[in-house]
C-alpha cells in the first residue's frame, strides 16, 4: 500500500508541477523558472538534512553529484521544451526515463529480459508517434508533421533523468534528505545565484505563487516516490510515470492544449512500455 500510495503521489506531484513551470517559463523564461524552484526546493531540503548522517564515501558523494548535475540539466531541458511547445508532447517523452535508465543499465553490463527488450521496442514506436505528431505545420514546406524543438528537448531531459535514476540507484539507502539536495543546491548555486548576481532574474506576481508550488511539488514528488519505492520499486516506479498522463490532461483542460489522435495513441503506447519495463526490473 505504501508503495501505491508513493507512487500515485509522486505523478500527481509531478503533473501538477510540470503544469506550473510549463505557465511560469512561457512568462519569465526557463532560467528564472528553475532557479526559484531550486532555492524552493532547498528551503525545503534544510530540516530533512539537520537529521541525517553525511555520506562519507568518495564514491556516495560522487554519485550524488551525477545525479544532481543531470536531474538539472534533464530539468532545463524539460522547461524549455515545455515553453517552446505541447505538454502532451513533451511529458510523454521525458517520461521515458525508466527506459533509458534500463538501457544504460544494460550497457553497463546488466542482463535484460526478453520482455524487458520487447517493452523498449514498444516505448521506441511510442516516443516515435509522440515525437512525429501529424498535426504540427511546417512552414517551409506546407505539409504536417516532422520532429519539432519540442520533441528534442524531450528526448535530451529523458537521456539527462535516466541517467539521473541511475546515479540515484547507487545511494538510494541514504537518507532521503541527502537524495534530493543535489538538484536543489546545483540549481542554487550554478543557476539562482549567477541570475541574482547579474540581475537578469526575473519573478512576476503572478508567477510567484506558481513556481513555489512548482517547487514544493517536484521536491515532494521526489520524497513521495523515494519512500514509495523502499518498499517496491517497480510499483512505485509504474504510478509515478502516470505523471505524464496527468499532465497531459491537465493541459487540455488548463492550458487548451490540442491533441491529435496518433499522439493520443503514442501517449498511451509509451505508457505501456514505461511500465512494463519497470515492473519486469
Known sequence: MIAILGGLGAASCFAISTLCATRASREIGVAST????????????????ATAHTPTRSTQVGWLAVAGATNTLGLLLEYTGL????VGVVAPIASTEGAIAALIAVLAGEALSPLAGVALVVVAV??????????????????????????????????AF????????????????????PTRLIGTMVVALPLAISRRFRLTRACAPLVVLAGCCETLGFVS?????????AIAAVLSSLFAALAAVGA???????ISPITRVG???????????????
Open 34 to 49: 528553475f532557479a526559484s524552484m531550486a532555492v524552493v526546493g532547498l528551503i525545503l531540503c534544510l530540516p530533512l538534512l
Open 225 to 233: 516516490y523515494a519512500i514509495g519505492a523502499r518498499h517496491g520499486i
Open 83 to 86: 515553453r517552446l511547445g505541447r
Open 267 to 281: 501517449i498511451v503506447v509509451t505508457a505501456i512500455g514505461v511500465a512494463t519495463i519497470s515492473a519486469v526490473r
Open 162 to 181: 535516466g541517467i539521473t535514476l541511475y546515479a540515484t540507484g547507487y545511494v538510494a539507502a541514504l537518507p532521503i534528505g541527502w537524495v534530493i539536495v
Open 252 to 258: 487540455r483542460l488548463l492550458l487548451s492544449e490540442r
Open 126 to 159: 511510442g516516443v516515435g508517434l509522440v515525437a512525429f505528431p501529424s498535426d504540427r505545420h511546417n512552414p517551409m514546406t506546407g505539409s504536417f508533421g516532422g520532429v519539432g524543438a519540442e520533441s528534442l528537448f524531450g528526448a535530451g531531459a529523458a537521456l
